[in-house]
């Protein structure tokens, strides 16, 4: 898979855009024009992206438009 200079640079390692994540097709071309396929504006509001980047994995639960803040995901996980 070719990865345009738009694309998140985790992209081909994000479950979302694999197909992991969503049962649906067209949900997961919104998620992926939303955030993948974004460029930076997409990634910065990407919780996946940011909770990676912040050293931490995120699990499959845990979606690019998460309600909770970064902070709030990181806790949550390392507390479990």
Known sequence: ???QENFCPKTPQCPLFQGQMLASEKAQEIYMNLFCKAGFKGRM???RFLV?????KPPLEIMPDDSRSVEEIIVSLRSK
Do not use: P, R
């Open 52 to 56: 990676s980047s912040a050293g931490v």
């Open 45 to 47: 509001s990407c919780k």
């Open 1 to 3: 898979m070719e990865i």
